[in-house]
């Protein structure tokens, strides 16, 4: 049997196309999930009945339902690839699996009132039971899809009343009779069928509920994040203009441009630059966050040269490590030249948040010593201090948002708590690797690892391949 585009579809109104969809997927996948646990009870019941009844019909019985099982796979396959906007298949389909439905429980039903009938009056257990596991599996699985589930029970219940009132009517017993006996327990059986249909139809539709409002929930929690996030990006560049301007009116007085700084508002005039300087780090953090929330930050991935990164990140930073009292060392000499893949202004921003967490969590007249070096196939940049440390057990909140760690209960330092949030993303970016390594009172090293280029990836010399970028975005 095969479906084609002839078959008249049935028509449906726009309201309860969504949750039709919704059940007949449902409906499917549930009948696909069974498929194996169904052929179990099949098989097993064709070689039963075969071999005590009449083995030629259970052949026949078995084929038919294999026909039937094969349709409702391809059926199954057909469903869970339609769209709510295509109501013409999904009214083809419901006809399709009613239409398979019908045929399979005929299937059943047929086979199970012919072996009844191959047994005296009242001795019908065999079929009876197997319409009793029919009629409950259908109870059971069945519930997604309720006309399926009804045509079954209906033809499960029609053929138990057939068995049982075909022997009241040859026999004519008394009601004492073992034969009314049955026909009051199929009618029970009928009863106990009906009310487990019920109850897994109440509990679907129930769960469906559930879904539905978390699907709202998340619709509404959807929307919240994007005011957030478009809130967040047009306070910070609206803040991005005014401070700018405060800086740089800040740098030209400490200059000295606008003429000497009395003594008595020097202290004001640095404490401002300060907390200004903060202020736009803090800007610029947030900022970086929203980006990469967004999938937004672009990264422009070149080949790039480990030693000039990194003495490029350390004279960027020494006059933030002279306004702590602290020196760095570059630890570069008898390293091989390597080479890394990654986007060169975003690598000096990790490394320089490496750089000014060690200058912070130093000691004064401290030094922080930053290099490289092979280790396997891959390079480390690492940023090493003889500063305070970091307390163990704290790896998740060094990584984490808006988190500060100060192991001293003399000292503490400023900063928005995402520089190393940020740095994991972007190191990340690259397939690269994040880590520490810290001892209370002795100092930290951070590091970061990242795949060396192979020299058959390397840009030739002298052609400026190095400057091709390969853009990639953040997600």
């Known amino acids: 049997m095969t479906i084609t585009e002839t078959t008249p579809p049935i028509e449906l109104s726009e309201e309860p196309v969504d949750q039709l969809l919704q059940n007949i997927k449902d409906y499917t996948a549930m009948s696909f999930a069974l498929l194996w646990q169904r052929q179990a009870i099949f098989l097993a019941t064709t070689i039963l009945t075969g071999f005590f009844f009449d083995s030629l019909n259970a052949i026949l019985f078995y084929g038919t339902i294999l026909i039937c099982e094969a349709q409702d796979l391809y059926l199954a396959k057909r469903v869970a690839r339609l769209r709510r906007d295509e109501r013409r298949a999904i009214a083809m389909m419901v006809a399709w699996i009613l239409l398979n439905t019908i045929l399979s429980a005929a299937a059943i039903c047929l086979y199970a009132v012919s072996v009844a009938f191959k047994q005296p009056s009242g001795g019908h ?279 500060q760690i100060d192991s001293s209960d003399e000292r503490h330092a400023g900063g928005t708590g995402l520089g190393m949030n940020i740095s994991k993303e972007i190191v990340e970016q690259f397939g690269g690797t994040i880590d520490y390594y810290s001892t209370l009172g002795v100092g930290t090293e951070f590091f970061v690892e990242f795949p060396i280029l192979a020299p058959r990836n390397r840009p030739a010399k002298g052609h400026g391949l190095t400057d091709l970028p390969k853009i990639i975005r953040s997600n």
């Open 125 to 403: 257990f065999t079929p009876l039971f197997f319409l009793f596991a029919a009629a409950l599996f259908a109870a059971m699985n069945n519930h997604q899809f309720v006309w399926a589930m009804i045509v079954r029970l209906a033809m499960y219940g029609v053929s138990f009343m057939v068995i049982v009132v075909t022997d009241i009517w040859i026999e004519q017993p008394d009601l004492s009779s073992e034969l009314w006996l049955h026909f009051f327990t199929v009618v029970f059986v009928m009863y106990f069928l009906i009310d487990c249909s019920l109850v897994f139809l109440k509990l679907y539709r129930k769960n469906l509920e559930q879904l539905e409002k978390l699907r709202e929930e998340h619709e509404r929690t959807k929307a919240a994040y994007i005011a957030k996030t478009q809130f967040i990006s047009t306070v910070s560049h609206e803040l991005r203009t005014p401070l700018t301007s405060i800086k740089g009116s800040l740098d030209l007085i400490n200059t000295g441009a606008m003429g000497e700084v009395p003594e008595k508002m020097q202290k004001l005039v640095d404490l401002a630059a300060r907390n200004s300087e903060r202020l736009a780090s803090l800007i610029n953090d947030v900022l970086d966050i929203q980006k990469m929330e967004a999938g937004e930050m672009v990264f422009r991935q070149t080949a790039i040269d480990v030693r000039p990164l990194v003495q490029e990140s350390i004279a960027a930073n020494l006059g933030y490590a002279s306004a702590h009292n602290v020196v760095i060392e570059e630890n570069v000499d008898g390293q091989a030249d390597l080479q890394i893949r990654g986007d060169t202004s975003r690598l000096i921003q990790v490394l320089t948040n490496m750089i000014s967490n060690a200058a912070k969590f130093s000691f004064d007249g401290g030094s922080i010593t930053v290099g490289y070096k092979q280790v396997g196939g891959r390079v480390r940049i690492f940023v090493k201090d003889q500063g305070i440390g970091i307390p163990a057990g704290s790896r998740d909140k060094v990584f984490d948002r808006f988190s």
